[in-house]
């Protein structure tokens, strides 16, 4: 199993461009989340989703969009990018909210 | 405002002394969880304690869990060179099935 795997690993953007982080699981996990860590900010997390087809906004949602049609797939959008998007981002899974989340490797994202 | 908060935010030791690193918390929890991130990596998940146990052991790791005084303690043991990583906390808040809420981390360096 690969676990949770994310596309791209690094990415530089221009301000005012659009991208879209993948996140994929191989472990038939319902609930998968997107986080962003900044230097010393711990891990905040930007939107959630408990299934395929649901979303949700999780701390610092705005600025960003997602969307999961598919169970093992949870993408993450930049419409217009901006620095202050500057971050690495984490995707994590697990079988329910309440037990140990899984990482990925994540995607380092500079915005100029 | 941080749900958990580590503490201390670093801490140096040498290769075989104990290392005892701390979380409090506000609101009460279902559990919490301890993570580990080495550098430019995916966090690893260490140990889960849930509200009604207060003390678990894995291997070198013992969390113990105070929720009349809203704390833990992760204690690794005999440390190594390669436990060097930072360490968070993150709570599971009751009454929010679905998410985690972490801290900002403690950086453990163990020099050899």
């Known amino acids: 199993n690969a676990g949770v795997t994310q596309t791209p690993k690094f990415r530089v953007l221009k301000t005012g461009q659009s991208m879209t982080l993948l996140c994929a699981q191989d472990m038939n996990h319902e609930y998968m989340y997107w986080y962003r860590q900044d230097p010393g900010m711990g891990l905040r997390l930007i939107h959630y989703?408990?299934?395929?087809?649901?979303?949700a906004k999780g701390e610092v949602p705005d600025g960003y969009n997602v969307s999961r049609l598919k169970k093992q797939n949870f993408l993450l959008g930049l419409e217009s990018a901006a620095p202050s998007q500057t971050s690495v981002y984490f995707c994590?899974?697990?079988?329910?909210?309440?037990?140990?989340?899984?990482f990925g490797p994540g995607t380092r994202l500079t915005v100029t | 405002s941080q749900q958990g908060e580590e503490d201390p935010q670093a801490l140096s030791i040498q290769e075989g002394e104990n290392a005892t690193m701390n979380c409090s918390y506000k609101?009460?929890?279902?559990?919490l969880q301890w993570y580990r991130q080495n550098s430019g990596r995916g966090l690893v998940h260490l140990i889960l304690?849930?509200?009604?146990?207060r003390e678990k052991h894995s291997g070198r790791l013992r969390v113990t869990l105070d929720t009349s005084k809203k704390s833990s303690s992760l204690l690794i043991t005999a440390s190594r060179a390669a436990d060097t990583a930072s360490y968070f906390c993150a709570t599971a808040l009751r009454g929010s099935n679905y998410k985690l809420t972490f801290g900002k981390g403690t950086l453990l360096t163990v020099n050899p």
């Open positions: 994590a899974s697990t079988p329910s909210g309440l037990y140990e989340q899984y």
């Open positions: 609101t009460s929890i279902n559990n």
């Open positions: 989703s408990v299934g395929e087809g649901t979303t």
């Open positions: 304690i849930r509200s009604n146990e």
